[in-house]
């Protein structure tokens, strides 16, 4: 794993703009099942606020890059803000609509609507971006189909040629929420390690 340096949570940090770009998604939700694992979908389907802070780690072409994570959504705006150890290059995302801010400190800052070029670009890969914010959650996707297996402690969901592996979930809002996800697809794999859920705004 690479040492965190400024622009390796940079890099990072453009990679999450993919979660950020989730907000501003406005879909129609299928018919859900109706069991236990069905209710905890609804209930974080229609959640309007949560954060969460933690740590996350990308792997992709042959390199590695972590950082520190918070992570605020709020109805219409995302706000993300990664850094290294002691808020070394520390990163700040906001998205609101369709506009999206990076501010990567010492007065150097960014705005793009073209998230997939960004990434492209910058990264030399893409992730899905229209279902990683609720993958973050556990849940799939409201559009396509899915398939999910497991149970207790530790459950899989595969969607859109992803597989993702769900563990140590804990209580948010009456369902219950992984504190730690590993996302893989397309060369390209994600790892989140979330010490905190809240939807208690500040």
């Known amino acids: 794993m690479e040492s965190v340096t400024p622009g ?5 940090g453009i990679a999450l703009l993919v979660t950020a770009a989730l907000a501003g998604c406005t879909t129609t939700l299928k018919p859900l099942p109706t069991d236990a ?14 954060k969460a802070e933690g740590r996350m780690g990308i792997q992709a072409n042959g390199r590695a890059w972590n950082a520190n994570l918070f992570w605020e959504h709020d109805r219409g705006q995302d706000r993300l803000r990664l850094s290294g150890p002691f ?3 520390v990163v700040s995302i906001i998205l609101q609509d369709d506009l ?7 007065g150097v800052t960014e705005t793009t609507t073209d998230i997939d070029a960004a990434l492209t670009r910058r990264l ?3 992730v899905p971006v229209a279902s990683l914010r609720y ?21 899989q969901l595969a969607q859109q ?5 769900f563990d140590r979930y804990t209580p948010l809002a009456g369902a219950m929420v992984p ?4 996302i893989r697809g397309k060369g390209v794999k994600l790892k989140l390690l979330v010490d905190t859920w809240s939807t208690a705004k500040p």
């Open 8 to 12: 390796t949570v940079r890099r990072l």
């Open 37 to 50: 694992a069905a209710t905890d979908q609804a209930r974080l389907y229609a959640l309007s606020y949560w």
């Open 87 to 89: 808020n070394q290059g």
């Open 100 to 106: 999206i801010l990076i501010n990567e400190g010492n």
């Open 124 to 126: 030399g890969f893409t």
């Open 135 to 155: 993958w973050m959650l556990g849940i799939p996707a409201p559009q396509g189909e899915f398939t999910r297996t497991g149970s207790g402690a530790t459950r």
């Open 161 to 165: 040629g992803w597989s993702m592996d």
């Open 179 to 182: 504190g730690k996800s590993s």
